[in-house]
């Protein structure tokens, strides 16, 4: 189904000029996308916390399988090779960049060992003949067995927070995607029952991706009357066709109505560019 995604995101991917991936994290972090809006608690139907779950589903298993997805907007994706070069290069400016920051890791292993306190941790694989600098990716000892499990070569996914670094060598705390999806998905969900909704470059990525996919679910429910093309069953698949066929529009709309303002406008904009 991952298909379907990026077919129903289609209509909001105008947020961040239809970017994905690093290139699109990083516009996305070079000026305020939206405005946010007064503070209010929302609450979503059966169906459309169904489709959000499964939606946020789809575009974390391709954000981290190296695809273009929403969620690459507002969380950037680097390789082993970059991070290390740019510590190589500036490793003050490499710490402004990684330390405390969030992003997702896409690399080989290189070398697999226990640190302080039997804690594990994997040396992830770089260009550099000789490996040097390379980061070390550490994992906290609720994944010992899955560190365990993994051999050198393996190519790991990981979401991970910079560290800082030592004699050079990048720092990075990680914990692999089953358990980002999770804590995400109940992340964003959160936000939007509490009303913490923000699209805007120093925002959370759970808050950017909580208000897009409030806009998304809610004005998809509104225009099929809570899903009822999919009754009695309410299928995922027919959930997430939904969207299919419906202006960009009421999307816009949605997206005014909660006070989105710039979001809103980004949308009516290119409902009205020619094909």
Same mark, same amino acid.
């Given at each position: 189904?991952?298909?379907?995604?990026?077919?129903?995101?289609?209509?909001?991917? %105008?947020?961040?000029? $239809?970017?994905?991936?690093?290139?699109?994290?990083?516009?996305?972090?070079?000026?305020?996308?939206?405005?946010?809006?007064?503070?209010?608690?929302?609450?979503?139907?059966?169906?459309?916390?169904?489709?959000?779950?499964?939606?946020?589903?789809?575009?974390?298993?391709?954000?981290?399988?190296?695809?273009?997805?929403?969620?690459?907007?507002?969380?950037?994706?680097?390789?082993?090779?970059?991070?290390?070069?740019?510590?190589?290069?500036?490793? %003050?400016? /490499? !710490?402004?960049?990684?330390?405390?920051?969030?992003?997702?890791?896409?690399?080989?292993?290189?070398?697999?060992?226990?640190?302080?306190?039997?804690?594990?941790?994997?040396?992830?694989?770089?260009?550099?003949?000789?490996?040097?600098?390379?980061?070390?990716?550490?994992?906290?000892?609720?994944?010992?067995?899955? %560190?365990?499990?993994?051999?050198?070569?393996? *190519?790991?996914?990981?979401?991970?927070?910079?560290?800082?670094?030592? /004699?050079? *060598?990048?720092?990075?705390?990680?914990?692999?995607?089953?358990?980002?999806?999770?804590?995400?998905?109940?992340?964003?969900?959160?936000?939007?029952?509490?009303?913490?909704?923000? !699209?805007?470059?120093? /925002?959370?990525?759970?808050?950017?991706?909580?208000?897009?996919?409030?806009?998304?679910?809610?004005?998809?429910?509104?225009?099929?009357?809570?899903?009822?093309? $999919?009754?009695?069953?309410?299928?995922?698949? $027919?959930?997430?066709?939904?969207?299919?066929?419906?202006?960009?529009?009421?999307?816009? /709309?949605?997206?005014?109505?909660?006070?989105?303002?710039?979001?809103?406008?980004?949308?009516?904009?290119?409902?009205?560019?020619?094909?």
């Amino acid at each position: 189904m991952k298909h379907l995604t990026a077919a129903v995101l289609s209509a909001l991917f %105008v947020l961040v000029g $239809c970017g994905g991936g690093t290139n699109g994290s990083q516009q996305a972090s070079q000026a305020n996308v939206a405005s946010s809006p007064a503070a209010q608690k929302f609450t979503l139907s059966d169906n459309e916390e169904k489709l959000l779950r499964d939606l946020l589903d789809n575009d974390i298993e391709t954000f981290f399988a190296e695809g273009d997805t929403m969620l690459g907007e507002f969380l950037p994706r680097y390789t082993p090779d970059e991070i290390s070069k740019d510590f190589e290069q500036n490793e %003050v400016r /490499a !710490l402004s960049k990684y330390k405390d920051k969030y992003f997702g890791v896409v690399g080989k292993v290189a070398d697999i060992q226990a640190g302080l306190n039997d804690e594990p941790f994997i040396v992830l694989r770089t260009s550099n003949q000789f490996n040097l600098n390379a980061p070390h990716a550490g994992f906290d000892k609720d994944n010992m067995q899955k %560190v365990a499990d993994l051999s050198k070569g393996d *190519t790991v996914r990981l979401f991970c927070i910079g560290n800082g670094e030592v /004699a050079g *060598t990048p720092l990075i705390g990680c914990i692999f995607p089953d358990e980002f999806k999770a804590t995400f998905t109940d992340n964003v969900l959160t936000n939007i029952r509490d009303g913490s909704l923000r !699209l805007a470059k120093d /925002a959370r990525p759970s808050e950017n991706m909580a208000a897009v996919m409030l806009v998304y679910v809610k004005a998809t429910s509104e225009y099929t009357d809570n899903f009822k093309p $999919c009754a009695p069953n309410y299928e995922t698949k $027919c959930l997430n066709q939904s969207s299919i066929g419906i202006p960009k529009e009421r999307f816009a /709309a949605k997206a005014r109505e909660y006070g989105f303002r710039e979001f809103a406008e980004r949308i009516s904009s290119s409902a009205s560019e020619p094909k």
